[in-house]
């Protein structure tokens, strides 16, 4: 009988070691899929900041709040000139399609009318003062409304992961509201589609980095 007992102890003792080995590899796994994936989150934050300052210094030639929209224009145009003639030792004036972007872009940045979520296609051309015809010709890669509603979206999603750099305790519903979004699934949709990571992992990786800070 003792010996039966013996035995049976033994067992269970290697039963608990065999569980408390599994459990062991199954931490050591979960931990390292969590190394894995805060360092996947780290780079495409890191990716993301890269696009926003790209599109800051992008859009920073014509940021001056002192000159006029016109005046802004023109300095691009003589920017980009001048840039020209570094490459090619002769001015090359920007065509029309590319001058029309460059103004209507950072008119639209500076103005945010994308805050309104009624804010389309349509709203965009009255905006810039051209008929749909002329806005078409301008902007071709915009002839479809379905197109140009990702590029405002974009541009939304682009202001809020600005506006989450400085807050990151605004809620959702902040967002939704401050950066014309309708709803939050859209919200969401266009934050991931402009910068290939989820609002949830932006959050997580801001909280950190201000934890780290402290």
Partial sequence: MNQLSHIYTLAMADN???ILVVIVIVLLVLGGIGLR?????RQRNEQL????????????IVGDRDLSLDEQ???VMKKSEQKSEMKTAKAAPLDEEHAFFVKMDARVNK???????????????KFMGVSQDEFCRLVPRYTDPERTKD?????RAEYAAKLLMEHSDFSMEDMVVMCGFKDAAAFNKAFKSSFGITLTDYLNTISQIVKNKV
Avoid: C, G
Wanted: glycine share 0%.
């Fill in 16 to 18: 608990i070691i065999v």
């Fill in 37 to 41: 994936q805060s360092r996947i989150i």
């Fill in 49 to 60: 900041r890269r696009i926003l300052n790209a599109l800051d210094s992008y859009r920073a």
């Fill in 73 to 75: 224009e023109e300095m």
């Fill in 111 to 125: 103005e945010k009318p994308f805050t309104d979520p009624d804010f389309d296609y349509y709203a965009l051309i």
């Fill in 151 to 155: 590029y405002i979206n974009s541009l």
